[in-house]
């Protein structure tokens, strides 16, 4: 039976489901996947436990929904801004670093999702695990592409080093002054162009 203050089964399934998974992602981003049950999820959502997992069949699937929630978030904001830059490389990559390093430096950021559920699922098979190496790959293709149309010699070794300074600075917040983030990323990832054109 649910619990006092569940949603009612007669509620919209996709309105309970969104529930669920704003829940979910609010407290798996704030406190680590493995430290948050269902049950936690399920009281703060207001929902019955049935209602979750007819929902998310298991924890692992609502993990997966979390991380690819998130992968379409941050795809939506890198596609907006290399549109306004299209015609200019240069622009484009200086704008990624803005957006990026501004979410670097808010004070609630708490790292990269898809790093931070990487790193407490050692199992390459995971569910979870494959979204966070699929969206690491994509940012990797992406930065190469900008960098073949930048010019270099070497885009993809150039693709490499933005990929390891950005996941950097995504693992390096909390060691971070405010406001450090962006010029950071812009002066080396500038060095790193420069030398890669040469």
């Known amino acids: 039976m649910a619990k ?11 309105e309970v489901r969104d529930r669920i998974l704003e829940t979910a ?18 009281e703060k959502a207001g929902v019955a436990k049935t ?8 924890k692992d699937d609502l993990v997966a929904a979390f991380l690819e929630r998130e992968d379409a978030a941050f795809w939506a904001t ?15 990559l200086d704008a990624h670093l803005e957006w990026i390093g501004e979410r670097v430096g808010r004070p609630n950021y ?13 199992n390459a ?9 699929s969206h ?17 010699i070497h885009p993809a070794e150039l693709a490499g080093q933005l990929s390891l300074l950005i996941n950097g600075a995504f693992v390096s917040s909390q060691i ?4 450090e983030a962006i010029p950071l990323l812009r002066r080396t990832v500038h060095a790193l162009v420069e030398a890669s054109r040469t």
């Open 125 to 133: 098979d995971h569910p979870a695990r494959r979204i966070a190496a």
């Open 136 to 152: 690491k790959r994509e940012m990797r293709l992406r930065l190469e592409g900008i960098a073949r149309r930048l010019g270099v």
């Open 176 to 179: 971070l002054d405010a406001g």
């Open 51 to 58: 209602s979750l997992y007819r929902h998310f069949g298991t």
């Open 110 to 122: 708490r790292g990269c999702p898809q790093i931070n559920v990487a790193a407490e699922f050692p």
């Open 4 to 14: 006092t203050g569940a949603v009612p089964d007669t509620q919209n399934h996709a």
């Open 25 to 42: 992602c609010t407290l798996f981003y704030r406190f680590g996947v493995r430290a948050v049950g269902v049950d936690l999820v399920v």
């Open 78 to 92: 890198w596609d907006r801004v290399a549109h306004q830059h299209a015609e200019n490389a240069a622009d484009e």
